[in-house]
């Protein structure tokens, strides 16, 4: 034999001998020289003999003890063979260890132990007999930096969709701190990031449930069935979609007593093309086939391409930034005289019964592209705070939630939200309520590849809904209007109308002949483009006009004195100025970062261990960073894989601050 054969063989041996598999059968041969040993030393001293059975019977009832976290099969398992093994020692020890019987008994007795307990090892690596020895899951541990979050219970397996009940830590991880990490378990997974959600249980923060859902079931878009309550009210719920496992999506515009859902306005936010129009369009189609409700609408930007199967069957429809300031001038008193009008008949909110005694129907403000007024400057604070007790929801439609397309006192009226596939996590941050957000809502992950997806958060919508996928119904023009023309309409009513003013009793009427416009004569149609433009320069002068306490900006007799002066530009402040004071400008993501680095330098400063999220609060335009709670959770784990600021540490949304010395030696 060569000595490199015989380095070979020994470190073969050595392997052999250090495998988990011949613990067992090391064990048991070790019980020769034991019990050899033990009775050339106290073989004849009966006193000892009594005390290692003493101390038998206690090892194994430490053992039954020690395994009680333990699953049932191990502790058993376990305890018996600790039972074996220390009775074999006694009685062989004060026997003869190398009689016959002794030793077969060791061979059978110990043999099956031994194999008992490598069975066991090898089933354990099998991930179908894992099942149900321990409770945590790969999944949660891997994901979560092997945070303590176990599963309660057996998933519940469905086609297509696993819930998952699971219990964090308590006081170490929050639901919210799990959302943070879907990214990773998706990830881990290889499934998308808006497969997974969280449905948090409102009793417990540190309980509740997680939904898989592999395979996209929303990817072959749904044709329109048509409406839903044709002939029916509004207060009968509107159904734009369906959610990914099939059930009708359903929002609701007006209050409703019984379950104390209030009255509500929408925002639909998202990027070009992620399907807004065609999304609203299916939801004021809905609207329109009902008996007790009418529509305004205005698009200053696509007009006739998002309302062409809609004209004949709007009430007032206007297509240009004059047109629309006109019917949002023309809301102010429509909305007083609604007001006035149900007030005085007893009615606390507009309901079904209103329309039947006033015959004042419902209103549905459809706005499109509403970016555009608020760059005008036009003011829509009174109007949302109003309307809805005069039975008047609006539609607000824009790209981007962000203060700088729409004034923040706007957004917080607008209860609804149908929110699109939108550009990056900030405008996902800015349409959705965080919590939404935190359970695993990620419109950012669809843009406008996946046109026509959407979460709808809303008065009257099963919270647990908020977090799941939705895609409006396909439709065509054909089909709205074949639809529309089958339906009756109410008109205005006349407290409704006389209200509306001058505009309203000028606005241009649409038929449903093909030609869509009734035959306007051209002079007058000069005259009403007249108009309109006079409005628009009445409504600039007014908003240059000074206020009463700033006394700022030029008087309207200096825009008079010489009209080819060139109108002083607009500060920020002027243009922010609606009802309340400008806000405070949201921070670009570049600022953000380079705040959130100096605050982990501070935090240097401070000989701080230890961040996390909790550490930038507050969050959200008030705090220093200017960003929501999954922004500032989102960088810090960025930072923490490059390993270069922070590292990731066991606990999820924990990070140790890394020191630059550290940093240098990592
Ligand atoms: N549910 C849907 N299923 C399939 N395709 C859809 C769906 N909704 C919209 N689309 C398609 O997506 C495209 C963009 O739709 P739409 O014009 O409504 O987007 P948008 O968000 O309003 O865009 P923009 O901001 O440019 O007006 C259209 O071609 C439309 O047919």
């Given at each position: 034999?060569?000595?490199?054969?015989?380095?070979?063989?020994?470190?073969?041996?050595?392997?052999?001998?250090?495998?988990?598999?011949?613990?067992?059968?090391?064990?048991?041969?070790?019980?020769?020289?034991?019990?050899?040993?033990?009775?050339?030393?106290?073989?004849?001293?009966?006193?000892?003999?009594?005390?290692?059975?003493?101390?038998?019977?206690?090892?194994?009832?430490?053992?039954?003890?020690?395994?009680?976290?333990?699953?049932?099969?191990?502790?058993?398992?376990?305890?018996?063979?600790?039972?074996?093994?220390?009775?074999?020692?006694?009685?062989?020890?004060?026997?003869?260890?190398?009689?016959?019987?002794?030793?077969?008994?060791?061979?059978?007795?110990?043999?099956?132990?031994?194999?008992?307990?490598?069975?066991?090892?090898?089933?354990?690596?099998?991930?179908?007999?894992?099942?149900?020895?321990?409770?945590?899951?790969?999944?949660?541990?891997?994901?979560?930096?092997?945070?303590?979050?176990?599963?309660?219970?057996?998933?519940?397996?469905?086609?297509?969709?696993?819930?998952?009940?699971?219990?964090?830590?308590?006081?170490?991880?929050?639901?919210?701190?799990?959302?943070?990490?879907?990214?990773?378990?998706?990830?881990?997974?290889?499934?998308?990031?808006?497969?997974?959600?969280?449905?948090?249980?409102?009793?417990?923060?540190?309980?509740?449930?997680?939904?898989?859902?592999?395979?996209?079931?929303?990817?072959?878009?749904?044709?329109?069935?048509?409406?839903?309550?044709?002939?029916?009210?509004?207060?009968?719920?509107?159904?734009?979609?369906?959610?990914?496992?099939?059930?009708?999506?359903?929002?609701?515009?007006?209050?409703?007593?019984?379950?104390?859902?209030n009255a509500t306005h929408f925002l639909t936010a998202?990027?070009?093309?992620?399907?807004?129009?065609?999304?609203?369009?299916?939801?004021?189609?809905?609207?329109?086939?009902?008996?007790?409700?009418?529509?305004w609408a205005v698009d200053p930007s696509?007009?006739?391409?998002?309302?062409?199967?809609?004209?004949?069957?709007?009430?007032w429809?206007e297509m240009t930034t004059a047109g629309g300031e006109a019917m949002i001038d023309a809301l102010s008193p429509v909305i007083t005289a609604r007001a006035d009008a149900l007030g005085?008949?007893?009615?606390?909110?507009?309901?079904?019964?209103?329309?039947?005694?006033?015959?004042?129907?419902?209103m549905v403000v459809w706005i499109e592209e509403a970016a555009k007024f608020f760059r005008e400057g036009t003011e829509m604070e009174g109007l949302v705070m109003e309307a809805r007790s005069a039975g008047i929801s609006v539609i607000i439609s824009l790209q981007r939630p962000s203060a700088t397309s729409m004034p923040t006192d706007v957004r917080e009226q607008l209860g609804?939200v149908?929110?699109?596939?939108?550009?990056?996590?900030?405008?996902?941050?800015m349409a959705?309520?965080?919590?939404?957000?935190?359970?695993?809502?990620?419109?950012?992950?669809?843009?406008?590849?996946?046109?026509?997806?959407?979460?709808?958060?809303?008065?009257?919508?099963?919270?647990?809904?908020?977090?799941?996928?939705?895609?409006?119904?396909?439709?065509?023009?054909?089909?709205?209007?074949?639809?529309?023309?089958?339906?009756?309409?109410?008109?205005?009513?006349?407290v409704t109308a006389t209200a509306a003013g001058e505009a309203y009793a000028e606005r241009?009427?649409?038929?449903?002949?093909?030609?869509?416009?009734?035959?306007?004569?051209?002079?007058?149609?000069?005259?009403q483009d007249e108009v309109l433009l006079e409005r628009q320069i009445n409504r600039d002068i007014d908003a240059r006009l000074p206020s009463d306490d700033d006394g700022s900006g030029p008087s309207v007799e200096q825009l008079n004195a010489d009209p080819d002066r060139e109108i002083p530009p607009v500060s920020v402040s002027e243009v922010w100025a609606f009802a309340k004071p400008a806000p405070t400008p949201e921070k670009s993501?570049?600022e953000?970062?380079?705040?959130?680095?100096?605050?982990?330098?501070?935090?240097?400063?401070?000989?701080?261990?230890?961040?996390?999220?909790?550490?930038?609060?507050p969050?959200g335009r008030e705090g220093r960073?200017g960003r929501?709670?999954?922004?500032?959770?989102?960088?810090?784990?960025?930072?923490?894989?490059?390993?270069?600021?922070?590292?990731?540490?066991?606990?999820?949304?924990?990070?140790?601050?890394?020191?630059?010395?550290?940093?240098?030696?990592?």
């Open positions: 034999m060569t000595n490199s054969t015989k380095s070979a063989l020994k470190s073969d041996v050595r392997k052999g001998l250090s495998s988990p598999h011949a613990r067992p059968w090391l064990a048991a041969a070790a019980q020769v020289p034991a019990t050899f040993a033990a009775h050339q030393a106290w073989g004849n001293e009966p006193l000892v003999a009594m005390g290692m059975t003493l101390a038998a019977g206690a090892l194994t009832a430490a053992t039954w003890w020690a395994g009680k976290n333990t699953s049932e099969a191990r502790r058993l398992h376990a305890t018996l063979t600790t039972a074996a093994a220390t009775g074999y020692l006694t009685v062989a020890s004060f026997t003869d260890p190398l009689g016959d019987s002794q030793l077969t008994w060791l061979a059978i007795g110990g043999s099956a132990l031994a194999a008992s307990w490598n069975v066991r090892k090898v089933l354990r690596v099998n991930p179908d007999a894992a099942k149900g020895e321990g409770e945590e899951t790969g999944i949660l541990t891997k994901s979560l930096g092997k945070a303590k979050a176990r599963l309660r219970g057996e998933p519940k397996v469905e086609p297509n969709k696993v819930t998952a009940k699971y219990q964090l830590a308590p006081g170490e991880l929050t639901n919210a701190d799990l959302g943070n990490r879907i990214n990773q378990i998706a990830s881990e997974l290889g499934i998308s990031p808006n497969s997974i959600r969280i449905q948090p249980d409102a009793e417990n923060a540190a309980q509740g449930e997680m939904v898989f859902v592999p395979t996209d079931m929303l990817k072959t878009p749904t044709a329109w069935p048509g409406p839903s309550h044709p002939g029916g009210s509004i207060t009968d719920p509107v159904q734009p979609g369906i959610y990914e496992d099939g059930a009708p999506a359903e929002l609701w515009f007006p209050a409703d007593q019984d379950s104390g859902r998202g990027m070009n093309g992620s399907g807004k129009s065609a999304g609203v369009s299916i939801a004021v189609a809905e609207v329109l086939t009902r008996r007790d409700v009418i529509v696509k007009g006739k391409q998002t309302f062409a199967p809609f004209l004949p069957y709007l009430d429809v005085e008949h007893g009615y606390k909110n507009w309901t079904p019964d209103a329309y039947r005694q006033l015959g004042m129907p419902y609804g149908m929110c699109f596939g939108v550009k990056g996590g900030t405008t996902a941050d959705l309520p965080e919590d939404v957000r935190d359970a695993g809502a990620r419109p950012e992950a669809w843009e406008n590849r996946k046109p026509g997806y959407a979460y709808l958060v809303a008065p009257g919508v099963d919270e647990d809904r908020y977090a799941t996928p939705l895609r409006t119904y396909y439709t065509d023009d054909q089909q709205i209007e074949a639809v529309l023309a089958s339906v009756p309409r109410p008109a205005a009513d006349p241009t009427h649409y038929t449903d002949d093909t030609t869509r416009e009734m035959p306007v004569h051209t002079d007058e149609r000069a005259g993501p570049e953000a970062y380079s705040e959130l680095l100096a605050m982990l330098e501070e935090y240097r400063r401070d000989g701080l261990e230890h961040v996390g999220p909790k550490h930038f609060q969050y960073i929501s709670r999954a922004w500032i959770s989102a960088r810090l784990n960025e930072l923490a894989d490059e390993e270069i600021h922070l590292a990731e540490t066991d606990d999820a949304g924990v990070y140790t601050l890394l020191y630059p010395t550290l940093a240098a030696a990592s």
